[in-house]
């Protein structure tokens, strides 16, 4: 395949995709679908097997759901316990249309702020959907025992978040995605108590199998014994959260992975708006080269912080020694009237252009300064303790160094992808009876998702939305018998176990991080915050040889039939590789900047993002052609007929 | 700073294992405790050796997925703090560290620093929830909860499930771990009507699971990461009191059976070291 026809977008075919949106008014569409589904006999619910992968948010509250009303359900996880899925380190909190405030809030508003957040990339039927269904979360959650933070009268307490107007972001302490997964797995674990549920943790989906055009299972590893075994069902459901890690360093935990989707995406589903990718300005910088993940400080810290690095570069003093005169603080410089409050985007590329200039401040030039020397003096240590006390002390306690004596230092990093598998608005993909949820699925966020957001369309999938188009997919029958010994588990279950001896026959070098690290580096700098033709053309140059190298250079000890972490991370790895030359393509192809996507080519003269609604304003979904080879473009149009197309604008 | 580890490998649950000998030579103090393994096994793969199996998941301190001894303290030195969290700059140059798994008969080691801890999600299958059908729930607001309660919930619902306590118990007790649970929802208007039920289950299935009885020794509030105090213990035994006195002999007590494929035979438990 050559360069040129990957730069050329308007020669691949482009087949409109069917979201089967309701008809009617937008407010009624939800209820119309619900009404239009077919449902299940009770009493044959249990004779239909449902696989759910993942379990957080989304993928416990699915289960648990599912189980609840009588469905036979098989849940995978790779953790030891589905209770430790990624969902539990969101920290903010989540929205809710309640109105609790009495500040004006409604299900339109917050409609509203998430379109207009998502850079008019979202699909507006699905985004109403979910706005209607944040306020049945907060009931749900609250009755199962959510310690939510309260008022001194015992009504639930709310605060402000990121850019709205209006405060409507439910919080339990710092730890709102803890709380909320922990109601979600405790319903799980009842639904186990009850025979309704088997949990398989320790457990990895390597492949997804398909019989007559149909998802009907899956292949999945023992990650304790080795052991490939074949897991057949009337439909499975991805909830397997996103590919931040395809980054190497972000702010997923290590185990986070592609590749479900991934496999997924192989087998026929198209994977859509890969490129949308969000990077979080305060993140703790990394230290060395052993670092293996980073960790995201709250954004609140920019109301008091200034950010700054040295005027000179390489100036290697102590910030205390660097006087005013020599410093710059550049978002003040750069944005005059948000000064440290610029937008996540626009505050996070501005960070790297300093550091790319040389001026970066500590280990490797990578961070800069967040400042709280002026606000110290202006409203003294008590204050600020008051305000900031724990993050202060999560610094100290990751870099040992005191934020009340020196300035903290701060770098981007990615922390969520609004990209995934392509769903309509039932939540199936392309694959008929493959379902996608949360964070996998492309989701309602468009190309930028608003703060406390994912928490909120997490438990909308996996409550309230999945239970119902699961019913009616299986109630719609033409799903025959099958067993797993079935020439399609066969395959699946041979190829499995064919990649696994591939990894551990290698014999090359050097183990699975290093290739992982490599492909991470080239990517934050080739796709990272801020993306050129030339740097994504010379990334698609470089991925291929990678993953070449990859095939070649892998060493893999040990084997397969026992507890294999270096085996693990290969297999991830590996599609991580294919993954990001598909990122990378869909960047290239986008020839706008929106949301999380910036292209350098398309900016306002100062430095927003430029869309271009006239050619762009579609999903864009990839078909998966095989390695290497281009895959196939199909567009779904977006249509705003209820939030008027708007340039974003931070003035 | 040269850090030497004394780590104990052990293939899988049926053969024995045995400290070994590393040495990192050129560890940053910058690093965490969980970066240095990544460097150590890195090398140890380019060599063409095993590398050391450790979990880990966030390394932020709240999956709860980390954890191992060093030098006999659960996640190491640091109050409130998990391994993950710990950075080499704790450490002096030269240091020996011995690293080992949780140490509980209720916590077959799988390999190396790894070790099972199914048995935890088998106490809160066994009540540790409020049950409410999906859909069901009240108005939000309709539940007030005092903000003290709320507040007094949260503390103990931190708890990150990660086991540090019944490792540092010498009864590998995990009644802090059920305690947690017990509280939690305890103190809330919302689990008031399984309260009796769920503190007779947990129990149960932790006895059931294999772990000790308590002692109120306290080893335990010392050890975990997350705060959680040894209150929420008082708490479970006042409610264990109170539904065992009311109880009628007739009603069950629920408890979760092992899954039928059980995935680790263990010939001989693991002993636990002092």
Same mark, same amino acid.
């Given at each position: 395949?050559?360069?040129?026809?990957?730069?050329?977008?308007?020669?691949?075919?482009?087949?409109?995709?069917?979201?089967?949106?309701?008809?009617?008014?937008?407010?009624?569409?939800?209820?119309?679908?619900?009404?239009?589904?077919?449902?299940?006999?009770?009493?044959?619910?249990?004779?239909?097997?449902?696989?759910?992968?993942?379990?957080?948010?989304?993928?416990?509250?699915?289960?648990?759901?599912?189980?609840?009303?009588?469905?036979?359900?098989?849940?995978?996880?790779?953790?030891?316990?589905?209770?430790?899925?990624?969902?539990?380190? $969101?920290?903010?909190?989540?929205? %809710?249309?309640? =109105?609790?405030?009495?500040? #004006?809030?409604? !299900?339109? /508003?917050? &409609? @509203?702020?998430?379109?207009?957040?998502?850079?008019?990339?979202?699909?507006?039927?699905?985004?109403?959907?979910?706005?209607?269904?944040?306020?049945?979360?907060?009931?749900?959650?609250?009755?199962?025992?959510?310690?939510? $933070?309260?008022?001194?009268?015992? %009504?639930?307490? =709310?605060?402000?978040?990121? #850019?709205?107007? !209006?405060? /409507?972001? &439910? @919080?339990?302490?710092?730890?709102?995605?803890?709380?909320?997964?922990?109601?979600?797995?405790?319903?799980?674990?009842?639904?186990?108590?009850?025979?309704?549920?088997?949990?398989?943790?320790?457990?990895?989906?390597?492949?997804?199998?398909?019989?007559?055009?149909?998802?009907?299972?899956?292949?999945?590893?023992?990650?304790?014994?080795?052991?490939?075994?074949?897991?057949?069902?009337?439909?499975?459901?991805?909830?397997?959260?996103?590919?931040?890690?395809?980054?190497?360093?972000?702010?997923?935990?290590?185990?986070?992975?592609?590749?479900?989707?991934?496999?997924?995406?192989?087998?026929?589903?198209?994977?859509?708006?890969?490129?949308?990718?969000?990077?979080?300005?305060?993140?703790?910088?990394?230290?060395?080269?052993?670092?293996?993940?980073?960790?995201?400080?709250?954004?609140?810290?920019?109301?008091?912080?200034?950010?700054?690095?040295?005027?000179?570069?390489?100036?290697?003093?102590?910030?205390?020694?660097?006087?005013?005169?020599?410093?710059?603080?550049?978002?003040?410089?750069?944005?005059?009237?948000?000064?440290?409050?610029?937008?996540?985007?626009?505050?996070?590329?501005?960070?790297?252009?300093?550091?790319?200039?040389?001026?970066?401040?500590?280990?490797?030039?990578?961070?800069?300064?967040?400042?709280?020397?002026?606000?110290?003096?202006?409203?003294?240590?008590?204050?600020?303790?008051?305000?900031?006390?724990?993050?202060?002390?999560?610094?100290?306690?990751?870099?040992?160094?005191?934020?009340?004596?020196?300035?903290?230092?701060?770098?981007?990093?990615?922390?969520?992808?609004?990209?995934?598998?392509?769903?309509?608005?039932?939540?199936?993909?392309?694959?008929?009876?493959?379902?996608?949820?949360?964070?996998?699925?492309?989701?309602d966020h468009g190309a930028n998702r608003l703060g406390a957001s994912a928490l909120m369309q997490g438990l909308a999938d996996g409550y309230f939305v999945i239970p119902y188009t699961v019913g009616d997919y299986l109630a719609r029958g033409g799903i025959g018998k099958l067993d797993a010994g079935h020439a399609a588990f066969q395959d699946a279950e041979r190829e499995v176990?064919?990649?696994?001896?591939?990894?551990?026959?290698?014999?090359?070098?050097?183990?699975?991080?290093?290739?992982?690290?490599?492909?991470?580096?080239?990517?934050?700098?080739?796709?990272?915050?801020?993306?050129?033709?030339?740097?994504?053309?010379?990334?698609?140059?470089?991925?291929?040889?990678?993953?070449?190298?990859?095939?070649?250079?892998?060493?893999?000890?040990?084997?397969?039939?026992?507890?294999?972490?270096?085996?693990?991370?290969?297999?991830?790895?590996?599609?991580?590789?294919?993954?990001?030359?598909?990122?990378?393509?869909?960047?290239l192809h986008r020839e706008e900047s929106c949301g999380g996507h910036f292209r350098v080519e398309h900016q306002t003269p100062d430095g927003e993002a430029l869309r271009d609604d006239g050619k762009f304003a579609y999903v864009a979904a990839w078909e998966w052609k095989g390695t290497g080879e281009p895959p196939t473009l199909h567009k779904e149009p977006l249509v705003f007929e209820h939030v008027p197309l708007q340039q974003r604008s931070y003035k | 700073m040269r850090i030497v580890l004394e780590i104990w490998r052990q293939r899988n649950p049926r053969e024995a294992g045995a400290f070994v000998r590393y040495e990192v030579p050129d560890a940053s103090e910058h690093m965490s405790f969980l970066e240095l393994l990544d460097v150590l096994n890195n090398r140890l793969v380019e060599k063409g050796e095993d590398p050391v199996a450790f979990d880990s998941d966030c390394r932020e301190g709240i999956c709860g997925t980390c954890g191992f001894l060093v030098n006999g303290e659960a996640h190491g030195p640091l109050p409130n703090t998990t391994i993950c969290q710990t950075h080499m700059r704790e450490y002096k140059d030269g240091d020996v560290l011995r690293l080992e798994p949780w140490r509980a008969a209720a916590f077959p080691v799988l390999r190396d620093l790894v070790v099972d801890r199914s048995a935890l999600d088998r106490i809160i299958a066994a009540g540790g929830y409020i049950s409410v059908r999906t859909g069901s729930a009240p108005e939000a607001n309709s539940i007030l909860v005092p903000k003290t309660a709320a507040d007094r919930a949260m503390e103990a619902a931190a708890c990150i499930g990660c086991g540090a306590c019944v490792a540092a118990c010498p009864n590998a007790s995990a009644a802090l771990f059920a305690g947690a649970k017990i509280s939690h929802l305890g103190l809330l208007p919302q689990g008031q009507p399984e309260r009796p039920a769920r503190a007779l289950s947990m129990t149960a299935q932790a006895g059931q699971e294999g772990f000790g009885h308590c002692t109120s020794i306290g080893e335990c509030v010392a050890a975990c990461p997350a705060g959680i105090q040894l209150e929420v213990i008082s708490r479970m035994n006042a409610d264990f009191i109170r539904a065992a006195l009311s109880r009628r002999e007739t009603e069950p007590i629920a408890t979760v059976p092992k899954p039928a494929a059980v995935r680790v035979q263990v010939a001989e438990p693991p002993r636990k070291v002092e």
């Open positions: 395949m050559t360069l040129d026809s990957r730069a050329a977008p308007a020669s691949l075919p482009a087949r409109p995709l069917d979201s089967r949106v309701p008809s009617g008014p937008l407010e009624q569409k939800w209820q119309r679908r619900k009404f239009e589904l077919k449902l299940v006999n009770p009493a044959n619910k249990r004779k239909h097997t449902v696989i759910v992968v993942g379990t957080g948010l989304a993928g416990a509250a699915a289960a648990a759901s599912l189980a609840e009303l009588g469905y036979d359900v098989l849940t995978f996880c790779y953790q030891d316990s589905p209770r430790r899925a990624h969902s539990i380190a $969101a920290q903010g909190g989540i929205n %809710a249309a309640k =109105n609790y405030q009495n500040d #004006g809030d409604s !299900v339109q /508003r917050l &409609f @509203y702020d998430t379109v207009k957040g998502g850079d008019f990339r979202s699909r507006e039927a699905n985004v109403h959907r979910l706005a209607e269904l944040s306020v049945n979360i907060i009931d749900q959650c609250a009755a199962q025992g959510v310690p939510f $933070a309260r008022e001194y009268g015992g %009504a639930l307490a =709310n605060r402000s978040f990121g #850019g709205a107007l !209006v405060s /409507r972001t &439910f @919080y339990a302490r710092g730890q709102t995605g803890q709380q909320l997964l922990l109601g979600a797995y405790q319903a799980l674990q009842r639904q186990v108590a009850a025979g309704k549920v088997r949990s398989q943790p320790r457990s990895e989906m390597l492949e997804l199998v398909t019989v007559d055009g149909r998802a009907r299972g899956i292949v999945a590893r023992d990650l304790v014994t080795g052991v490939v075994s074949s897991h057949t069902a009337d439909a499975v459901v991805l909830a397997t959260g996103g590919y931040s890690n395809v980054f190497y360093l972000s702010t997923n935990a290590r185990g986070c992975n592609a590749t479900a989707i991934w496999r997924a995406h192989r087998k026929g589903a198209l994977f859509a708006n890969p490129c949308f990718t969000q990077i979080h300005p305060t993140c703790i910088p990394r230290s060395g080269e052993h670092q293996s993940k980073l960790t995201l400080m709250s954004e609140s810290l920019r109301n008091d912080g200034r950010v700054w690095v040295p005027r000179a570069k390489g100036d290697a003093r102590r910030p205390a020694e660097i006087p005013d005169g020599q410093r710059d603080y550049f978002l003040e410089r750069m944005y005059p009237t948000y000064g440290n409050l610029a937008p996540r985007d626009i505050a996070s590329r501005a960070a790297k252009t300093v550091c790319d200039e040389g001026r970066g401040v500590g280990p490797g030039g990578l961070g800069v300064y967040l400042d709280f020397r002026d606000a110290f003096a202006r409203l003294g240590g008590k204050v600020l303790d008051e305000r900031y006390g724990n993050l202060f002390e999560m610094y100290q306690r990751i870099t040992g160094d005191d934020p009340h004596a020196a300035p903290m230092r701060i770098y981007p990093a990615v922390h969520y992808v609004m990209g995934g598998l392509w769903v309509d608005y039932d939540l199936m993909s392309t694959i008929p009876g493959l379902f996608v949820a949360g964070e996998a699925n492309f989701s176990i064919y990649r696994t001896r591939r990894f551990l026959s290698i014999g090359g070098k050097h183990p699975a991080d290093h290739f992982h690290r490599r492909l991470g580096a080239l990517l934050w700098d080739q796709c990272g915050m801020a993306r050129s033709r030339e740097s994504l053309t010379r990334a698609l140059e470089e991925i291929p040889r990678l993953r070449e190298e990859f095939w070649s250079g892998l060493r893999v000890t040990g084997a397969g039939e026992e507890l294999n972490q270096e085996l693990e991370r290969a297999g991830r790895v590996a599609d991580f590789l294919e993954l990001a030359e598909l990122l990378c393509l869909d960047a | -």
